[in-house]
Each structure stands twice: as structure tokens, then as C-alpha cells.
């Protein structure tokens, strides 16, 4: 999901180029070379300039907007190994997407690999398992899982892929009974530097496998996960819009209530500014509402409802229903946006929240604040979430107790206002905050310095380690790269 420049000091914000210096980064490549991969590969090869590569490379958060040298619409393991051979071969670096939703910058002079292609998906009811390929959403997942009484450790959103979330951690609406979706990881394949289709588990090149597991990108091209399925038949589960004049209320109110909960309960709230539009409807319309998300996978659903009622009766309700649902109907919960948009956003760690500190954020992003941010969030970690699994892996953020994350338009107009603001925003809870990040809400960074101090002391200079034996040259660096 992640893709950069190749050396350290091009881990730095997006910026937007003019076309002159977009093709200044492009390296010329010989047609007859090109033609050589078209041969190589089953899927489609598009060089810059050619019709059809813009849609290749295309993202969900169009705020990025890549120009690769070389783009390959990878459709198996194999095409992937002949790529990076190639690649490798050709001096490039090398870029993966699938669907698109956390590029971290223009990818440009690369040779993007696209994985949306590679749909195999196989679920095991008897194992309690499933494996997929580099490009299946989440949502095959959900939906094909129920199923059999199944639920995978999806996040937010089921429109997002599998392995890439699942590379970063994956927070989900289960993570505080079952903890992030990689500690379910039983086995990664994977396309190393030298074009090697490794098979990687506890054990089989166990150092590796615990690398991928958290250090997202750095490694290769992972090309499919088998991962654990959980027992599950539905929730108690939704959200609720309360009217932002009670904003102050309402998060005194979770910071009150939260704590308290089981970890069968994962829940989070988030101080919203929604447009004036159609698709917005009518009572939270132009206006900032606060939503409350909540997720209780216990089997008692009259627990699930008699622990959400005193937040129910926190605020004035504008809109909202948390009540049973199935498995396969998550994104009701948080409501993620849809379609394409262009997005910057910055994430850290709370290791707690006092009334201070609610204070200081209803005081920088309260609906008095004329603030261009589109959402202002608190999740609440904890549980299995702070605990390693029985196979360890690299994935950081198990020291804090809540997530605060901040999302903004990533349009050209505020390039410089949104990032300020949303830097300020996360600035005003400092005091609180916790060691480390969550790579997944890591965001926009300022350098490498600031992807390493994600990690836990000692786990970054492991990941380095590990960096520097399977990928010497760098040709997996654009992402948060080591």
C-alpha cells in the first residue's frame, strides 16, 4: 500500500512536480527491453508514455499520483519474480499497489508492480483459515467467511486489501479480543531482491517472517498471506452522531467510559466536519457531528447493548443505529468513505487520556475551531492489542492505550495549511503521548528518523538487519522505508 523514493533522504511529505520535472525523473528505457518483459510476463506492461499506464497506477487516495518508468500488472507469484528480475536488472526500484489507499508519495522512475489482479482466495472451515493472493479486499474475505461461521481481523474498511493492512498490523473492530490481523499471519510469499519466491513461517526463515509481519514493504513483494479465521456469527455492533455543541460532553464522557470496557468491546470516537452534500445525509449535512463506533463480539447481545448505553445517553443523537449485525456488514461501524478522494493524514500514540487532555483537543478541534481537517480521532487500544502473539512479530504500537489519528483533504490548495494544522492538532495531546506509532497511521512523515522511532527500542535495528541481508541494494524503498 506504501510507495517512495529509494534512498533515506527521499523520505519526505508528498509534494506535487510539474510535468517538467516528473520527466526528469524517468529513466529512459529501450523499447526492445520493454519488449522483452511484455514476453516475460501474462499480465499487461506499460511503459511512460503509454496509454493506459495512468489508469494502472491509479490510487484511491488521489492525492498521489504516480509516474513510474515501468508498470506491471502482475497476475501470479511468477509474473512478480519476473519483474523484479527484470527491474533489478535495469537498476529500478520497485513499487507495489494494490488497491491503492496508502501511497505515501509519487513513485516516480519506478517499476510498479499492481497486484489487483491476483484474486486466489482458499478458506479451510476446518483449520479456521484463509489464504489470498496480493490483490483480494477484504470484503471477498468477510463475505465468503460467514459463511462458515467465520470472521477475518478486517479494519475500518473491507475495500482496502488484505496483505497490505495486514503488513502494517491491521487495527480492526475484533483487535482488542484477538489482537492485530498479523499476529494471525500463519505463512507469507514472498518475492525477495534477488527474484526468489520464498515461503516464510515460524518455521521457514523465521527472521524474515518476523520482519514482514510490521515492516510492511521493505522486504519484497508479497504476493499471498495465510492467515487465521475467527469463530464469529455476528455483533453487536454500529455508530451514533451526536450534535457537535455536545462534543465536549460526549468525549468526557468515553474517556470516562471506555476503560471500563471488556476486550470483547472495541470501540473509538471521532470528532467529524462533514460537507454540505448530497451523499452526507440530511441531519449531519454542513455540519460537525461527533461518532461514536462500536464494536462488541461477545455472545451475549444483551451485554453488548447494556455496556453501550451510557454513551447512548451521552448527547443529543442525530443519527445512528448499534444493534445486531453480521460479520460481513463491518463497515457500517465506521463508515469509511467510498469513493476515491484525496486525503493527508497523520497518526501517534496516547498512552492515556485525562480530562486535560480532553480539554486541549476540544480547544483545537471542537466545532468553534475553524479548522480544515476532516476528521479528528481516538481509538481505544489495549487488550490483546498490547500483547505479542505466540509467534512474535515486528509490529509496533502494543505500548499505547489509545490511537489518535487526523485526516485532512490532501488538495493542492491547502498542501501546506492541512499538514500545520493537523500537526497542531496532534501537538495540543504531546503531554500524553506514548512511545511509538502504528505504521498503518503513521502517515506523513518527516524522515526516516521519524519511521524508525515507530518501533520499540532494539526492533528497528533488527528490522535494519534484516533489510540489509535480504534487500542490500534498496530496491524495496518507497514506502516507510529503514
Not at 468477510?142 to 497490505?164: I, T, Y
Not at 460481513?328 to 496516547?350: A, C, F, N, R, Y
Request: hydrophobic share 45%; proline share 7%.
Amino acid at each position: 500500500m506504501s510507495l517512495t523514493e529509494r534512498s533515506h533522504e527521499l523520505e519526505q511529505p508528498v509534494v506535487l512536480l510539474d510535468a517538467a520535472a516528473v520527466d526528469s525523473l524517468v529513466p529512459a528505457i529501450p523499447a526492445a527491453d520493454v519488449d522483452r518483459l511484455r514476453g516475460l510476463v501474462h499480465g499487461p506492461v506499460y511503459a511512460a508514455g503509454d496509454d493506459g499506464l495512468a489508469a494502472e497506477v491509479a490510487t484511491w487516495n488521489v492525492a498521489v499520483q504516480h509516474t513510474p518508468a515501468i508498470a506491471v500488472g502482475a497476475t501470479c507469484a511468477a509474473d512478480v519474480a519476473a519483474a523484479v528480475s527484470w527491474a533489478v536488472a535495469h537498476g529500478l526500484g520497485v513499487a507495489v499497489q494494490a488497491t491503492g489507499h496508502g501511497p505515501v508519495r509519487n513513485a516516480a522512475g519506478s517499476m510498479m508492480i499492481t497486484t489487483r489482479r491476483m484474486q486466489g482466495m482458499v478458506i479451510d472451515p476446518e483449520r479456521r483459515t484463509v489464504r489470498v493472493e496480493a490483490g483480494v479486499r477484504w470484503r471477498r474475505v468477510m463475505e465468503a467467511a460467514a459463511e462458515f461461521g467465520l470472521a477475518g481481523l478486517c479494519g475500518s474498511s473491507s475495500d482496502v486489501g488484505v496483505v497490505g493492512y495486514t503488513l502494517g498490523g491491521g487495527l480492526g473492530s475484533l483487535g482488542r479480543k484477538h489482537g492485530f490481523a498479523a499476529d494471525h499471519v500463519r505463512a507469507v510469499e514472498i518475492v525477495t531482491a534477488d527474484g526468489r519466491q520464498r515461503l516464510l513461517s515460524a518455521d521457514s526463515e523465521p527472521e524474515l517472517f518476523w520482519a514482514v509481519r510490521g515492516g510492511k514493504g521493505n522486504f519484497g513483494v508479497v504476493t499471498a498471506l495465510e492467515m487465521d479465521l475467527v469463530p464469529l456469527t455476528g455483533l453487536h455492533a454500529g455508530g451514533i452522531f451526536f450534535a457537535g455543541e455536545d462534543t465536549a460532553a460526549v468525549l468526557h464522557a468515553f474517556r470516562r467510559w471506555s476503560p471500563t470496557l471488556p476486550e470483547e468491546v472495541s470501540t473509538s470516537i471521532a470528532i467529524l466536519r462533514l460537507p454540505d452534500a448530497e451523499f452526507v445525509p440530511p441531519p449531519l449535512r454542513g455540519r460537525t457531528a461527533v461518532h461514536l463506533r462500536y464494536a462488541y463480539s461477545g455472545t451475549d447481545a444483551d451485554e453488548g447493548e447494556r455496556l453501550v448505553a451510557p454513551m447512548k445517553a451521552a448527547g443529543r443523537v442525530l443519527l445512528g443505529f448499534i444493534g445486531p449485525i453480521r460479520t460481513d456488514e463491518t463497515d457500517s461501524i465506521h463508515m469509511d468513505p467510498v469513493d476515491p478522494m484525496p486525503s493527508w493524514e497523520k497518526g501517534q500514540l496516547l498512552g492515556e487520556l485525562t480530562e486535560e487532555g480532553i480539554d486541549a483537543l476540544v480547544a483545537v478541534a471542537g466545532p468553534q475551531a475553524q479548522i480544515p481537517l476532516i476528521m479528528v480521532e481516538l481509538r481505544l487500544m489495549g487488550g490483546a492489542l498490547a500483547r505479542q502473539p505466540r509467534v512474535p512479530n515486528a509490529v509496533p504500537g502494543r505500548d499505547g492505550a489509545w490511537s489518535m489519528l487526523v485526516l485532512g483533504p490532501g488538495v493542492p490548495e491547502l498542501a501546506e495549511v492541512v499538514p500545520a494544522v493537523g500537526r497542531g492538532v496532534l501537538g495540543a495531546l504531546a503531554p500524553w503521548r506514548a512511545r511509538g506509532s502504528m505504521i498503518n497511521f503513521l502517515g506523513d512523515v518527516s524522515g526516516p528518523e521519524e519511521v524508525a522511532a515507530a518501533y520499540p527500542p532494539g526492533v528497528h535495528e533488527r528490522l535494519a538487519a534484516v533489510k540489509a541481508a535480504v534487500d542490500p541494494g534498496r530496491t524495496f524503498s518507497f514506502g516507510h522505508a529503514f
